[in-house]
């Protein structure tokens, strides 16, 4: 398992992204792998909820790894804030009568207001193995945002166009209206590389008829989003380095 410091840096893909997507936002991540940017999301934007779904039980065990070592570490440094400004008050408050309220009241209750209505990112953050496209599975409910980063290329060769069109129809369902898809597909080229993973990728790579510069008609003309932004359109060859666009459809 490669869980290390680097999962911590913030992944450029989530520089982009609009918090009115999120915050508050109930929001779905479909092929989710180790969690690492459905929590780095979750935690920059404030979710309401985020579930992270993946076909890899081995992934999504990661993730859950991932999300109680994020959880432990924000729990240990929201406590060591909260000691640190009981002593500050403490040390502040020289009166005898400041000192016994406090003492009475307690450290945990006196600055309890503080953190009310803070959330831990496990309330927030779960994930589960679903192979999203052949699930029968119901989702609890539809989300404002659904999420599928690099994700397009493998259900296209593992299932075809058929697979690529259930994938987009069931993201239609279960997204509210006025809902969003964030979609960052992966360009015709990079399916050459790896359609020789399985026969079954090799014989749906040679009969794909919906490449993925086709994607963008299929969402709006047939799937039914209205409208399609670029997020990325003035980024790629930057700095910020993204050599694949990423783009919002709006239902
Ligand atoms: C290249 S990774 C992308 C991970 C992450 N979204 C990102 O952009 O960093 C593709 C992920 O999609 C998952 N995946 C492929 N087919 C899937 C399916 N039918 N349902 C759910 N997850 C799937 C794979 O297991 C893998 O973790």
Redesign the pocket.
């Known amino acids: 398992m490669a869980i290390g410091p680097s999962h911590e840096a913030e992944?450029p893909?989530v520089k982009v992204l609009k918090k009115e997507w999120f915050e508050g936002k109930d929001c779905l991540?479909?092929?989710?792998?180790s969690g690492v940017?459905t929590i780095q999301i979750a935690k920059k934007f404030n979710c309401k909820s985020i579930l992270g779904?993946?076909?890899?039980s081995g992934?999504i065990e990661d993730a859950f790894w991932y999300l109680r070592k994020f959880t432990k570490t924000e729990s240990a440094g929201k406590k060591q804030a909260k000691d640190t400004s009981v002593k500050a008050v403490q040390e502040g408050n020289s009166s005898e009568q400041s000192t016994t309220a406090l003492s009475n009241e307690g450290p945990n209750e006196s600055l309890s207001h503080h953190s009310s209505g803070e959330r831990n990112l496990s309330d927030i953050v779960t994930f589960r193995r679903?192979?999203?496209?052949?699930s029968h599975r119901p989702h609890e409910k539809c989300y404002d945002t659904i999420l599928c980063?690099?994700?397009a290329k493998?259900?296209h060769l593992?299932w075809g166009d058929d697979g690529l069109i259930t994938l987009f129809s069931k993201i239609w369902k279960l997204l509210h209206p006025g809902g969003v898809f964030i979609l960052?597909p992966q360009p015709w080229e990079s399916y050459e590389k790896n359609r020789k993973v399985s026969e079954t990728a090799s014989n749906n790579y040679r009969s794909i008829m919906f490449r993925p510069e086709h994607f963008q008609d299929i969402l709006l003309d047939k799937i039914g989003f209205r409208k399609v932004e670029d997020i990325t359109s003035g980024l790629s060859g930057t700095r910020a380095g993204f050599d694949r666009p990423i783009f919002a459809f709006y239902k």
């Not at 779904?53 to 890899?56: C, E, G, T, W």
């Not at 679903?130 to 052949?134: R, W």
């Open positions: 992944d893909r991540d479909i092929g989710c792998n940017i779904l993946d076909i890899d992934l679903e192979n999203f496209v052949q980063l690099s994700v493998w259900i593992n960052e």
